[in-house]
Structures are given as C-alpha cells and as structure tokens.
C-alpha cells in the first residue's frame, strides 16, 4: 500500500507541475500577443496622427481619379452614429473621393440619407443620375444608399426575370438546348431590373466584423476590401492611408 500511494503522490506532483507550466506558457503567450497587438494599435495612432499633420510626404498627393467607387460597409450599431458617418463623408469629400455607396445591414443610414445629404456640399443620390453620367461628374459627390434588403430583392426580381426570358422561350415550342444560368445572365437580368449598380474598386469596412456583410456579392468580384476597425476609432489619417495605399496598388484583371 505504501508503495501504491507513492506512486499516485508522484504522479499528482508530476501532473501539477505540467498543468503549472503549460498555463504559464499559454498564458505568456496570451500576454505576447496582447502587447504585440497593443504595439500595432499605438503605432498606427501615431502614424495615423503624422499623416494628418501632413508630416508623411508621400500621403499630401493622392490620385483620387483612380478610385472611381467607393462602397462603405459600416455595421448597423455602428451606423447609428450618423454623426461619425457625415464626418466620414466630409472627409472623404476633402480627398476628393466622388462616387460612394453607404452600406449596413439594417438599412439605419437609408432611413437617414436626407439628414446625411444636408450636412455635405454639392451631393446627391446616385439614383438621380444616369449611371454613366453620374461617374464622369467630378463636380458633386454621389452618394448610393444600400442596406441587405437591396440585395435579397434584386436576386428575387433577376431571378424573375430569367425566369419568365426561359418560360417564353419553352412555350413557343422551338427546339432549345439545355440551358445554363451563367455569371452573365444574372447580371444583365439584375441591370435590367435596375439593380446592377457600378463594382466598387475599394470597400471599407467599419465594424468589428472582418466581412463585407451581406453588401451584394455581385459588385464586389474584384473588389479590393479593407478592415478599417470600429466606426468611433475612425481617424482622417488611417482613412488617408487606406486610399492612398490602394491608388499606389496594380491590379490585373486577367483576359
């Protein structure tokens, strides 16, 4: 018996101590990670300040031109803080960005747009323009409001639409061959029924959220997203830095 239990006293000592070191290497590395993401979240303030000091060179000049449509994801929380939202959008404006669409799941901004349109200089809504027409003006910014709701909709009215293309052509009793919904047909279904909407080159993503939230998947097939944080932290110079960084950028579309 006494040799029974010594046995058992040195297997509980053993696996003390293993439990004792493996908590302290997990919780070392616990702390390693949450100053090495403190580090970054400190060095990006600073940089961030410096670039809206105008102290970073390379940041003054921006070729906003290349960035033809803007889309901005901001989480419906988020969205609530219209007062945030409008100085993004003057911001954006002093950039010189042109074309933009608002997005949030819930659609707070799109129940807010005329409050949102009356903080800002020369805009309007996208809708009032012809889309060709309102991507070459470079007088006025043109703001797209859009929420998951724009989206569940025009995939039901495209899918109408082909729908009711493939019945006529069945029951006019030619000879068809077996036919296929491709990437194509879906988009020229959704621009006619007026929901195909210009691709945003950039989106921005304000939330906590490391997705585009439901932002119409169709529009975003070459579309270079961008995690930007939470709404409340959002800072003119990281704005800065996004755009820039993506204007400095080549993108190759294939053949």
């Given at each position: 018996m006494d040799f029974k239990d010594e046995v058992q006293r040195v297997k509980s000592g053993t696996n003390q101590i293993g439990n004792f070191w493996l908590r302290l290497v997990w919780h070392s590395v616990h702390l390693l990670v949450r100053l090495w993401y403190l580090g970054v979240g400190v060095a990006n303030v600073i940089e961030s300040y410096l670039i809206s000091s105008g102290l970073l060179k390379r940041y003054r000049s921006i070729d906003a031109g290349k960035l033809r449509y803007l889309a901005i994801v901001i989480e419906s929380d988020d969205a609530c803080r219209i007062s945030k939202v409008i100085q993004l959008l003057q911001w954006l404006q002093v950039i010189g960005v042109k074309h933009l669409c608002l997005y949030d799941t819930e659609?707070?901004?799109?129940?807010?747009?005329?409050?949102?349109?009356?903080?800002?200089?020369?805009?309007?809504?996208?809708?009032?323009?012809?889309?060709?027409?309102?991507?070459?003006?470079?007088?006025?910014?043109?703001?797209?409001?859009?929420?998951?709701?724009?989206?569940?909709?025009?995939?039901?009215?495209?899918?109408?639409?082909?729908?009711?293309?493939?019945?006529?052509?069945?029951n006019s009793g030619a000879e068809q061959k077996e036919q296929i919904f491709t990437e194509a047909n879906m988009t020229e279904a959704l621009r006619a029924v007026g929901c195909g909407g210009p691709e945003p080159d950039l989106l921005l993503v304000y939330g906590p959220a490391r997705c585009h939230l439901g932002f119409p998947a169709w529009r975003i097939r070459y579309t270079e997203i961008v995690h930007m944080g939470p709404l409340k932290s959002v800072r003119y110079g990281s704005l800065v830095k996004a755009i820039y960084k993506f204007t400095t950028v080549r993108q190759n579309y294939g053949t």
């Open positions: 659609g707070v901004l799109k129940k807010s747009k005329e409050s949102i349109l009356a903080k800002l200089k020369n805009a309007t809504l996208f809708e009032e323009a012809d889309e060709r027409d309102s991507l070459l003006d470079q007088k006025h910014m043109t703001l797209e409001f859009a929420s998951i709701s724009d989206g569940k909709e025009a995939v039901a009215k495209g899918g109408n639409v082909l729908f009711m293309k493939y019945l006529k052509l069945a």
